[in-house]
């Protein structure tokens, strides 16, 4: 329906024991958030609604709207009892994939209800590949500088885990509990002309849609890369080489480079006078 509606995923509440799971949806699903919380203290989980939303109440919302991967077709997720639902979106600089346990969850027609089946209660298991994605529909592909070809740079939302692929690679096997949920984030490699370094910006990792928070990217020269931000929390990209300087702003960050890995992460502030978008430079 999304071809004809702003799709809607409706509201949830957010200290119900599901409550993670259900944000995990909504983030990547390409519309508004809604909370149905009830007034009082300890009504709400401000923490889990931080993952969701920035302090001016907007949030990183998905560039698509949500669809499932070709391989969750004519599929039963909610009482196979074998398959995950596996839903995939697009942000401005790369795309998501959401991987859900749903089994045992689902409308009871005899009971005119929602209930569990405990009998479908069970872990299941699947693959997770680039390939789930269907680039060719990212509205922002088109005249984008960004290549959706090559290496892409995965990052594992409840690991924190990063990893590379590329559409000649082997799925990446996963194991999900019952009413449990991953997500993996998808930014292209970007290489630096003369430097030759590989970078890839993740965005803010406090954030269930990471790379959402990731506004504006423009490579600079052969040696240096700008990138426009919102929110605040602990931005993250991919780095094959340790930078000589990063900066938010004017001010020069203090950053950490991880040589094994090539995580490089620093804190980013909330700035209210530019409606929280830091300006962040990388030199190499």
């Known amino acids: 329906m999304g071809q004809m509606i702003q799709p809607d995923w409706d509201m949830f509440q957010s200290d119900h024991v599901c409550a993670e799971y259900h944000a995990a949806s909504r983030a990547i699903s390409g519309g508004p958030v809604y909370l149905s919380d009830h007034l009082g203290e300890g009504s709400h989980n401000f923490e889990l609604i931080k993952k969701l939303a920035f302090f001016d109440g907007t949030v990183p919302r998905c560039i698509h709207y ?22 995939f979106n697009f942000n401005k600089f790369g795309g998501v994939i959401g ?32 390939s789930d994605i269907e680039w060719d529909q990212n509205p922002e592909a088109e005249g984008s500088e960004v290549i959706y070809s ?19 690679s082997d799925g990446m096997e996963i194991t999900l509990k019952p009413s449990s949920f991953d997500l993996f984030s998808f930014v292209p490699v970007t290489e630096l002309g003369s430097s030759g370094v ?87």
């Open 99 to 130: 991987a859900f346990n749903c089994q045992g969850a689902g409308w009871s027609p005899k009971e005119h209800r929602f209930k569990g089946y405990k009998e479908c209660y069970m872990s299941v298991s699947g693959t997770i590949h680039v």
């Open 198 to 284: 590989r970078f890839a910006p993740l965005g803010l990792i406090n954030m269930f849609n990471c790379v959402g928070t990731v506004q504006e990217m423009e490579v600079t020269g052969g040696n240096s890369i700008l990138i426009d931000v919102k929110g605040e929390g602990s931005f993250m990209a991919y780095s094959s080489s340790v930078p000589e300087k990063c900066y938010v702003g004017d001010k020069e960050a203090e950053f950490k480079w991880e040589e094994e890995t090539g995580k490089l992460s620093f804190y980013v502030p909330w700035v209210e006078e530019s409606g929280g978008i830091s300006r962040l430079s990388f030199a190499f």
């Open 150 to 168: 090559g290496d892409y740079l995965v990052y594992k939302n409840q690991s924190e885990e990063i990893l590379f692929m590329n559409s000649k």
């Open 66 to 87: 949500a669809l499932p991967t070709r391989d969750s077709l004519f599929k039963n997720p909610l009482f196979d009892k074998e398959s995950i639902l596996k839903i």
